[in-house]
């Protein structure tokens, strides 16, 4: 083997080493590169508003996985605050380990000061373990640890501070227009809210929730933690309007412009994440969240995201000449 060979060689493989590190440094650093996405979702009958131009708006957090020293995203997520919203939904997996629950009070401490429903999701009772790459790529479900969270405090906390815990129960309530809004029918805006406990381990009892949103309602929300079909078909029969979930990280390690390799759940790629019509009459929000596992520390075209949701009138069918 000559010289030249070898030194081709040793070339092309530290090539292969540089490119390689870089990707990772670039991956590790997209996981800090928090953004707010919005989107429009028109799913509520023709004259829910006396101005059909009105709006109601739902701010979606979910997935923190906090750490304890994660300040940065316990600051983002405070930030939240200053947006303009009626209700705070969190579809689950805030602890990231046992010393998360801190942060994530810090994180949501200024968001628990509005209207608020939770569900929970299994990384919120069982703390991450290692994950074999090939398994997760291929779409097999992993086993939960067995180390237990101490998500029964956080839960009281949120509760103490007003948020509802919709899982396995009807949350049924009327909020307040914000400063220069005008909304019909009595002055308020009345929602119905029903979740299931985290379905893709088999958490869930949707019989807990069976009967359907309050006939009042102007917009009838489910909530569940991963995106299950089985479980989305079920809220769409019960008539519900939209449904929030989060749990796939929006693919996390993807391909350029966003594209998931897999959802981690029942659900087809183009829904691992934002928004989509499921039925006719309810759509879907999927959240690709604001955290990850701290044993997978990298996110690839898919940052991590809380999202504005702007709920509004769907169109009125066109008139029968």
Known sequence: ????????????????????????????????????????????????????????????????????????????????NSLDFDLVVNTGDNLGEASGVPGVLRALDPLLNHPGVFVFGSNDYFGPKPVNPFIYLLGKKRKPSEEELPWKGMRAAFIERGWNDATHRHVDFSIDPRPQS??????????????????????????????GPHPDADLAIGLTHSPEPEVLDKFAAEGYQLVLAGHTHGGQLCLPGGKSIVTN?????????????????????????????????????????????????????????
């Open 1 to 80: 083997m000559s010289n030249t060979y070898v030194k081709t060689l040793v070339n092309t493989a530290a090539i292969a080493l540089g490119a390689g590190l870089t990707a990772l440094v670039a991956a590790n650093r997209e996981i800090r590169a928090f953004e707010l996405k919005q989107v429009t979702a028109p799913v509520l009958e023709p004259g829910t508003f006396a101005d059909p131009e009105e709006s109601f708006h739902i701010l979606h957090v979910s997935d923190l996985h906090m750490l304890a020293g994660q300040k940065r995203k316990q600051e983002w997520v405070a930030g939240l």
């Open 265 to 321: 759940c029942g659900i087809d790629r183009t829904r691992a994440s934002g928004l989509s019509r499921w039925t006719e009459r309810m759509w879907l929000h999927v959240s690709n969240g604001l955290g990850n596992s701290k044993y997978v520390p990298f996110r690839t075209f898919c940052r991590p995201s809380a999202t504005l949701i702007h709920v509004v009138e769907r169109e009125s069918p066109p008139e029968k000449v």
């Open 182 to 211: 005008v909304w019909g029918r009595s002055g308020k805006f009345n929602v119905s809210i029903a979740g299931v406990d985290d379905p893709h381990h088999e958490l869930d009892d949707f019989s807990a929730i069976a009967g």
